[in-house]
């Protein structure tokens, strides 16, 4: 069974009908213009200045305050000096860290090198070791033929060893 609805009912889904309406008409208009946008002469702070009721012009400079205009000059001359100087410290500090990084990939190169001929005279110093380890075993085992009486091993390592 579906009842009328009561008049208190009917005024608080009236409200609640009229706040659901409000982010689907916020999100169907188009969006803002910024202040760069509007401005007809692409200058966003005249856009702004006349938003705010004010008219921005630039004066000629004959209707200037010479004053105002040297010191303005002079101020915009130090902007220009200051620049310049970061400049020219930012172009020694490029080269200065090129040298560096050059000097430093030298370095790197030379210390692989070292690194290249220690292990090629780690492998000739192991190589040495295993051939002298080998002559030795040799040598030793043929006094032990000697010891033992074999004339012919004893023999054969004396001949091989001794050289003519």
Same mark, same amino acid.
């Given at each position: 069974?579906?009842?009328a609805?009561? %008049? ?6 009236a ?7 409000v ?9 803002a ?5 509007s401005?007809?002469?692409g200058?966003?702070? =005249? *856009?702004?200045? #006349? ?5 921005? #012009? ?7 305050? %010479? ?31 090129? #040298? ?5 990939? =030298?370095q790197?190169?030379? =210390? *692989? ?12 110093? =192991? *190589? ?6 080998r ?5 030793q085992?043929?006094?032990?033929a ?19």
């Open positions: 069974m579906i009842t609805p009561r %008049p208190h009912h009917t005024a608080a889904l409200a609640v009908m009229s706040l659901l309406t982010p689907v008409m916020a999100q169907t208009q188009p969006p213009l910024t202040a760069a946008q401005a007809p002469d200058d966003p702070v =005249a *856009e702004l200045l #006349r938003r705010q009721g004010e008219r921005y #012009r630039r004066a000629p400079d004959s209707a200037q305050d %010479p004053d105002e205009l040297r010191q303005t000059q002079a101020l915009n001359d130090e902007i220009v000096a200051q620049n310049d100087l970061a400049e020219n410290e930012d172009r020694a500090n490029a080269a200065a860290h090129a #040298r560096e990084q050059a000097r430093y990939q =030298a790197l190169e030379a =210390a *692989e090198a070292l690194r290249l001929r220690h292990e090629a005279d780690l492998r000739t110093a =192991a *190589e040495a070791q295993a051939l002298h380890q002559q030795m075993a040799d040598w085992a043929t006094v032990a000697c010891e033992r009486g074999d004339r012919a091993r004893c023999n054969a390592g004396r001949q091989a060893a001794a050289p003519n």
